[in-house]
C-alpha cells in the first residue's frame, strides 16, 4: 500500500499526541497529557496498542539498549526508567524546584547513547525551560537555558550536529556536538519562522541530512536543507502537527501526530495520527546506554 496523501492511522484522536519514534520495526508514540505510551505498525491502519499508562505527563521515550521493553522517559517534572510491564524507577527530577510550576517536554537519544530531555513552564513562562543531557553516569547536565517550550532535539546520523527548536519564540538553532562528551558549541540560528508560517515543534533529521519540522498552528510539515533553505512543504489536514518520524516500509513512511488541544473549533482530523510515503529514508530511533549509576 503507497500512501500519497496524509492518511488518518488509526481512529484516535489526541489532546496533545508526540513523540513518534521508529522503534524495532514498530512506531512508538505518546498521548502527552494523558501519561500514555502507545505503539503501532506501520505496514497499515489499526488500533493503537497502550503499552503503559503513568499519572503524570508523558513528553517523550527512549529505547535502552540490551533492555527489550524498557524506556528512558521524560516524564513529570523528570527524568524515569520505565521496567517491563509496570516497573517505574525515577532517575532524576529536574524541575519540581522551578519558580513557576513545570513538566517535561520533548525528548530523544543520540547516536552515542545520551539522553537530551527538554523542560517548559506550564504557563510558558519565558526562559524558564532547558535542555538537559544525561550520560550513562545517571547525572542531568543543563545543555541550553533559557528555552522558552523545548522541542527536538535533532541528531545528524554522525551526532555531530544537533537542532533544536524553542516552538514559543518561532526558532530553531543548530549546534555543534562532541561526539565523546555531548559539549556543545558553535550555536548558530536556524530557522526563524513568521507567526502565521506556524511555530517549530518536533523534529527528525532523515538520511540524507536534511530537517524535517512539524509546524505547530501551520497546518504542515517541512523539509529544510542543511543550509537552511526550504526543500518541500506538505500540507496537513490538521492545524496542529507535533512530531515527524520516518519509519515503515523502507523507512520511508512519515508518521506526524498531531493535537487539538486548544482549538476553539476541532476539524475532523485534529489530533490524528497521520502517515505518508515520501521518497528519502530516515533512521531508527537511537537507543540509551543503560545507566551505570541512576541517580
Same mark, same amino acid.
Given at each position: 500500500?503507497?500512501?500519497?496523501?496524509?492518511?488518518?492511522?488509526?481512529?484516535?484522536?489526541?489532546?496533545?499526541?508526540?513523540?513518534?519514534?521508529?522503534?524495532?520495526?514498530?512506531?512508538?508514540?505518546?498521548?502527552?497529557?494523558?501519561?500514555?505510551?502507545?505503539?503501532?505498525?506501520?505496514?497499515?491502519?489499526?488500533?493503537?496498542?497502550?503499552?503503559?499508562?503513568?499519572?503524570?505527563?508523558?513528553?517523550?521515550?527512549?529505547?535502552?539498549?540490551?533492555?527489550?521493553?524498557?524506556?528512558?522517559?521524560?516524564?513529570?517534572?523528570?527524568?524515569?526508567?520505565?521496567?517491563?510491564?509496570?516497573?517505574?524507577?525515577?532517575?532524576?527530577?529536574?524541575?519540581?524546584?522551578?519558580?513557576?510550576?513545570?513538566?517535561?517536554?520533548?525528548?530523544?537519544?543520540?547516536?552515542?547513547?545520551?539522553?537530551?530531555?527538554?523542560?517548559?513552564?506550564?504557563?510558558?513562562? !519565558?526562559?524558564? =525551560?532547558? /535542555?538537559?543531557? $544525561?550520560?550513562? #553516569?545517571?547525572?542531568?547536565? @543543563? %545543555?541550553?537555558?533559557?528555552?522558552?517550550?523545548?522541542?527536538?532535539?535533532?541528531?545528524?546520523?554522525?551526532?555531530?550536529?544537533?537542532?533544536?527548536?524553542?516552538?514559543?519564540?518561532?526558532?530553531?538553532?543548530?549546534?555543534?556536538?562532541?561526539?565523546?562528551?555531548?559539549?556543545?558549541?558553535?550555536?548558530?540560528?536556524?530557522?526563524?519562522?513568521?507567526?502565521?508560517?506556524?511555530?517549530?515543534?518536533?523534529?527528525?533529521?532523515?538520511?540524507?541530512?536534511?530537517?524535517?519540522?512539524?509546524?505547530?498552528?501551520?497546518?504542515?510539515?517541512?523539509?529544510?536543507?542543511?543550509?537552511?533553505?526550504?526543500?518541500?512543504?506538505?500540507?496537513?489536514?490538521?492545524?496542529?502537527?507535533?512530531?515527524?518520524?520516518?519509519?515503515?516500509?523502507?523507512?520511508?513512511?512519515?508518521?506526524?501526530?498531531?493535537?487539538?488541544?486548544?482549538?476553539?473549533?476541532?476539524? !475532523?482530523?485534529? =489530533?490524528? /495520527?497521520?502517515? $505518508?510515503?515520501? #521518497?528519502?529514508?530516515?533512521? @531508527? %530511533?537511537?537507543?540509551?546506554?543503560?545507566?551505570?549509576?541512576?541517580?
Amino acid at each position: 500500500m503507497r500512501l500519497t496523501e496524509p492518511t488518518p492511522w488509526s481512529a484516535d484522536r489526541f489532546e496533545l499526541g508526540e513523540g513518534a519514534r521508529w522503534v524495532d520495526e514498530r512506531l512508538i508514540l505518546v498521548d502527552l497529557l494523558a501519561g500514555r505510551l502507545l505503539e503501532t505498525t506501520g505496514d497499515e491502519p489499526g488500533p493503537l496498542r497502550e503499552l503503559r499508562r503513568l499519572d503524570a505527563p508523558l513528553g517523550a521515550v527512549a529505547p535502552v539498549a540490551g533492555a527489550a521493553g524498557d524506556w528512558l522517559a521524560a516524564v513529570g517534572t523528570g527524568v524515569a526508567l520505565l521496567t517491563g510491564a509496570d516497573g517505574y524507577r525515577p532517575v532524576a527530577d529536574l524541575e519540581s524546584g522551578n519558580a513557576a510550576p513545570a513538566r517535561m517536554n520533548d525528548a530523544v537519544a543520540d547516536p552515542h547513547g545520551r539522553f537530551w530531555a527538554g523542560s517548559m513552564a506550564q504557563d510558558t513562562t !519565558p526562559g524558564a =525551560g532547558t /535542555l538537559y543531557r $544525561i550520560a550513562r #553516569d545517571g547525572v542531568p547536565v @543543563p %545543555a541550553v537555558t533559557g528555552l522558552t517550550i523545548t522541542n527536538g532535539p535533532a541528531f545528524d546520523a554522525e551526532g555531530c550536529t544537533m537542532y533544536l527548536a524553542d516552538t514559543a519564540r518561532g526558532e530553531v538553532d543548530r549546534f555543534t556536538v562532541d561526539p565523546p562528551t555531548g559539549g556543545l558549541s558553535g550555536r548558530e540560528p536556524f530557522l526563524r519562522l513568521a507567526a502565521e508560517e506556524g511555530a517549530p515543534d518536533g523534529m527528525t533529521v532523515d538520511a540524507a541530512g536534511h530537517l524535517w519540522v512539524a509546524l505547530w498552528g501551520g497546518y504542515a510539515v517541512r523539509r529544510y536543507r542543511p543550509d537552511g533553505s526550504l526543500e518541500r512543504e506538505l500540507r496537513l489536514p490538521v492545524a496542529q502537527p507535533t512530531s515527524v518520524c520516518l519509519g515503515g516500509p523502507q523507512l520511508r513512511r512519515l508518521f506526524i501526530t498531531s493535537a487539538h488541544y486548544g482549538l476553539a473549533t476541532r476539524g !475532523p482530523l485534529d =489530533g490524528a /495520527l497521520l502517515a $505518508i510515503d515520501v #521518497d528519502v529514508a530516515g533512521t @531508527p %530511533a537511537r537507543a540509551v546506554d543503560p545507566f551505570e549509576r541512576p541517580s
